[in-house]
T-cell receptor
Framework: KQEVTQIPAALSVPEGENLVLNCSFT??????LQWFRQDPGKGLTSLLL?????REQTSGRLNASLDKSSGRSTLYIAASQPGDSATYLC?????????????FGKGTKLSVIP | DAGVTQSPTHLIKTRGQQVTLRCSPK?????VSWYQQALGQGPQFIFQ???????QRGNFPDRFSGHQFPNYSSELNVNALLLGDSALYLC???????????FGQGTRLTVV
């Protein structure tokens, strides 16, 4: 059974700082890994998707990396802004019974202080 | 493109009642998955529908059932509601192959 862990559970940083969020998974046989952002009480917004054959993906100030052999992914946020405050979730997609499902971590709650 | 839409956004039900939640997938997507997110937790997979059939199911009791219509929209039904069913219910749509999943804004269900 796939398990996904995110460390730290919460993080508070001053505006402008660069930061890294960590995600680890137990089963390396994944199709892809996806990072999401969730604002309080809202749905999930997809940030970055890394296919299993890729090592990293970039979008603006965000960079996500994937190391399947060690079962780890990181999300790097450059020059953080107060608007980045949210909970960040990682999810691995793996197969089962001919389809696939996402397994999520509990998330990292990020607060960027002005 | 309207993206994934869910209705209603909020719902309050009494223990023992039944509830139906609805989801319209992103245009072009044929696969719909449902997730339950308890407060402070990550989403948990309930089940996935493709071609109007339940293709995979997570560790949820039979009180949770679903349906997918020919236009790919989907419903989640929960019978005999328990207080512990209170959660944010999220719908995700995608293509049938395992690429990017897109989520709706969720339905907040409160059971009293």
């Amino acid at each position: 059974k796939q398990e996904v862990t995110q460390i730290p559970a919460a993080l508070s940083v001053p505006e402008g700082e660069n930061l890294v969020l960590n995600c680890s998974f137990t089963d390396s046989a994944i199709y892809n890994l996806q990072w999401f952002r969730q604002d309080p009480g809202k749905g999930l917004t997809s940030l970055l998707l890394i296919q299993s054959s890729q090592r990293e993906q970039t979008s603006g100030r965000l960079n996500a990396s994937l190391d399947k052999s060690s079962g780890r992914s990181t999300l790097y946020i450059a020059a953080s802004q107060p608007g980045d405050s949210a909970t960040y979730l990682c999810a691995s997609a793996y197969s089962g019974a001919g389809s696939y499902q996402l397994t999520f971590g509990k998330g990292t709650k990020l607060s960027v202080i002005p | 493109d309207a993206g994934v839409t869910q209705s209603p956004t909020h719902l309050i039900k009494t223990r023992g009642q039944q509830v139906t939640l609805r989801c319209s997938p992103k245009s072009g997507h044929d696969t719909v998955s449902w997730y339950q997110q308890a407060l402070g937790q990550g989403p948990q997979f309930i089940f996935q529908y493709y071609e109007e059939e339940e293709r995979q199911r997570g560790n949820f009791p039979d009180r949770f059932s679903g349906h997918q219509f020919p236009n790919y929209s989907s419903e989640l039904n929960v019978n005999a509601l328990l207080l512990g069913d209170s959660a944010l219910y999220l719908c995700a749509s995608s293509f049938s192959s395992p690429i990017e999943a897109f989520f709706g804004q969720g339905t907040r269900l409160t059971v009293v």
